[in-house]
Every structure is written in C-alpha cells, then in structure tokens.
T-cell receptor, first 113, second 118 residues
C-alpha cells in the first residue's frame, strides 16, 4: 500500500530550464514532507523539506510547493544543471512517528546540455 | 568525514547463510534506521532504534534482527538468507523524537550495502 506516489519514473530537461517533479500522497495524517536526491552507488541525501503548515519553501535553486487539499507536492529546480542529474525521492512522515518516512519510488532526472 | 557509514558495501552469499551488515554514525544522533530498497526501487523502513531501544518494527521476517550496542551503531543480522533478501540495504540516522518538531525527522543515509543471495 504505497502512501506516497511519484508517477513519473523519469524526466529529461535541458540545462538552464526548469525541472518540475511531482509527488502525490494518500495519508492525510502526513505533516512533514521531504525531498531526497540520490546518485548511483550512494545513499539518498536530504535536499529540502516542508511542514504542512506552509505551502512553499525555497532554498536556492530548489523550491517545494505543498497543496494539502490536493495531497500533492512538487519540487522545482531552477535553473537545472548537469549535476542535478540524479534520482529524486519524495518522502513524508506523520508527527509522533519517530521519524518513520514513507518514500515514493523516485523520479530519475536527466539534465542535458 | 563520513557521517553514516556501512560495511560491507557489497555482500554476495549463498542461500541459507547468516550474514551481518554494520552501521555507524558520528553525528551524535539518537535514532537510527534500516531501510530496504527492493528491485522496484522502493525504499521501505524495516527498523528504527532510539537510544538503543527498538521503536519501529515493520512487518519484516524474524530472520532479520537488528542489534544496537550503543546509540552510534545499529547492525543488521540476517539468518537463513533467501533469494528474496537480495536488495540494497540503507542505514540512516536522525534526531527524530516522538512528538518532537518534524524537522528532526531529516535523516542522513549511509551509502548502502548491496546484498546478493545466490
């Protein structure tokens, strides 16, 4: 029972353009959402997060948007760079959950020159 | 300076064997986790320990037994290995607290251990 879904397994974008990654969830008890980036043969690394009390969080080239009514969040990368080529995982957790994260299946992003 | 380290990085073994994967974190975190990434690339939590105490135990065969000798280490022992155990296993740590601020849930992952059971 996947509570976090990333329906696009891959995304190709030109360098300098915007990358938009989408994530949907089914559990209305989730109150904290995170994006992780993963390179081959490495563990996921934390990228950016957002609490359910906010609808936007920005950190440099990365912005996460949260639409609680639609149970949808997205990650925008502007401008995209070749080093952004990686797998991006969306994750979510409930408060009082001791940090138990539910992950999506990931979206492979390829940034082309 | 490696924050979360795992050994070995690769592990190839025969069905029926018993093996262990070690994990250490030097971040001073109180909570550690084991995740399994299966062939479909889903990362699923298996266990979590907080200050050496088991706090999350998902539906995992009891052939898998985590052991936490201290809060900086969480090792994973697997008995009677089966073909379906082949996966990449990730260790992680955080300052997660029950009822605490959700920002403590940010987890730092190790590089993963690729287990292949033949």
């Amino acid at each position: 029972d996947q509570q976090v879904k990333q329906n696009s397994p891959s995304l190709s974008v030109q360098e300098g353009r915007i990358s938009i990654l989408n994530c949907d969830y089914t559990n209305s008890m989730f109150d904290y959402f995170l994006w992780y980036k993963k390179y081959p043969a490495e563990g996921p690394t934390f990228l950016i997060s957002i609490s359910s009390i906010k609808d936007k969080n920005e950190d440099g080239r990365f912005t996460v948007f949260l639409n609680k009514s639609a149970k949808h969040l997205s990650l925008h990368i502007v401008p995209s760079q070749p080093g952004d080529s990686a797998v991006y995982f969306c994750a979510a957790s409930e408060d009082d959950s001791w940090g138990k994260l539910q992950f999506g299946a990931g979206t492979q992003v390829v940034v082309t020159p | 300076d490696t924050a979360v380290s795992q050994t070995p990085k690769y592990l190839v073994t025969q069905m029926g064997n018993d093996k262990s994967i070690k994990c250490e974190q030097n971040l001073g975190h109180d909570t550690m986790y084991w995740y399994k990434q299966d062939s479909k690339k889903f990362l699923k939590i298996m266990f979590s320990y907080n200050n050496k105490e088991l706090i999350i135990n998902e539906t995992v065969p009891n052939r898998f037994s985590p052991k936490s000798p201290d809060k900086a280490h969480l090792n994973l022992h697997i008995n009677s290995l089966e073909l379906g155990d082949s996966a990449v296993y990730f260790c992680a740590s955080s300052q997660a607290l029950a009822g605490g601020t959700s920002s403590y849930n940010e987890q730092f992952f190790g590089p993963g251990t690729r287990l292949t059971v033949l």
